[in-house]
């Protein structure tokens, strides 16, 4: 009997150093107990230390950003704008072709001293063959053909070559449409900073270099998410044919408290004060439903009612904003587009309605 005792002692002590979860059964005197030789491993001190010390560094980050914004004001221009995310990446902006887009002529536009302009056009799809091996000045001449030429202005982050961006080219190219895609300066293969005043200051030069070269061709403008206020204020002096602007917002101080970034932080002590006064005060405003109220050409809004970026309320408010300001509901129209559709901010290109609201839209328009 010690010689068993001693045995099952020295089993315990083994499966004790080991970890073993296992149970032994120790007889005595007849009797049967079990003993049970569960050890719960602890955690490594030495994960617990990188643990703590990073969840330190991110309350420490957390509570600081706020602080920084004020003093680094390029903080908030580059939440803004996400320039610098030149997603897709590894793309060849000046080889459309490898996106498909074997009918679009890529060229470099000065929109002011020391600023290029990437831009891309992209002649009607039946034009394809005769495309093929086309230089510049025939590009330029076939926009007086008499062909709906779209401006197609793209929001903040990545580039003219995100699929979405593409996906919406395409969809005019097959609608027998000229599409113009530029980037920003900042934005792509385009030189230069950001600037609210800057991206306008290159809208309204494509305008124009666009219009010098329309002849009697209407000339859209297409624009989505951040660019509808540059499209506003270009339109406060200027009349143009049409206006189409998708994941439309009121205004960059409402636009930031729905903003993941701005959720994120939205409960925080000031949040006004930290982020959105900031951004005022260094001109990040982009009051779409300001500027609204001076348009007078025919517009069409287009909105997902799940989109996650903007919410459909805002566009609600535009489209009030504008027939209001043009008293007319023939001249400003809105299409919602279903939550269960399940189109978020960047997929209504994808609708099968969508050539019929854009090819209506585009007919209504006086010559």
């Known amino acids: 009997m010690q010689r068993t005792g001693g045995s099952v002692s020295k089993r315990l002590r083994m499966r004790k150093r080991t970890g073993d979860h296992d149970s032994v059964e120790q007889k005595t005197d007849g009797n049967t107990t079990k003993v049970s030789l569960s050890a719960h491993p602890r955690p490594s001190p030495h994960l617990l230390w990188w643990f703590k010390r990073g969840l330190l560094a991110v309350c420490v980050i957390y509570v600081s950003v706020p602080f920084m914004m004020p003093l680094f004001p390029d903080i908030i221009k580059h939440l803004v704008y996400s320039h610098r995310v030149r997603v897709p990446f590894f793309v060849d902006h000046s080889q459309p072709a490898d996106l498909s887009l074997n009918h679009t002529m890529n060229m470099y536009l000065t929109s002011e001293r020391g600023i290029s302009l990437g831009v891309w056009h992209t002649v009607p799809e039946r034009q394809w ?111 143009v044919d049409g206006v189409i602007i998708e994941g439309a917002y009121t205004n960059i101080r409402q636009k930031g408290a729905h903003d993941p970034f701005g959720w994120f932080y939205w409960k925080f002590p000031g949040f006004e004060y930290f982020f959105l006064d900031t951004m005022a005060e260094h001109n990040i405003i982009f009051p779409n439903d300001e500027n609204l109220k001076r348009m007078r050409s025919p517009l069409l809004i287009l909105h997902a009612e799940d989109d996650h970026v903007v919410p459909i309320h805002m566009a609600q408010q535009l489209y009030e904003i504008a027939q209001s300001a043009q008293n007319s509901e023939n001249r400003v129209k809105m299409v919602p587009f279903a939550r269960s559709l399940g189109y978020l901010h960047n997929g209504l290109y994808k609708d099968p309605h969508m050539p019929n609201i854009i090819g209506e839209f585009v007919h209504s328009l006086p010559p």
């Open 129 to 239: 063959k005769e495309a093929q091996g086309k230089d510049l000045e025939w590009y330029q001449d076939s926009l007086g053909a008499g062909n709906p030429i779209i401006i197609y202005l793209h929001g903040n982050g990545g580039t003219r070559a995100a699929s979405h961006r593409v996906g919406v080219i395409n969809l005019l190219s097959a609608m027998d449409y000229h599409v113009l895609a530029l980037d920003y300066r900042g934005f792509g293969d385009s030189t230069g900073e950001p600037t609210e005043v800057g991206i306008t200051t290159d809208t309204l030069y494509l305008y124009q270099w666009v219009k010098a070269r329309s002849g009697s061709s209407l000339v859209v403008l297409w624009g989505h998410s951040l660019e509808k206020s540059e499209i506003f204020l270009l339109l406060s002096g200027i009349v």
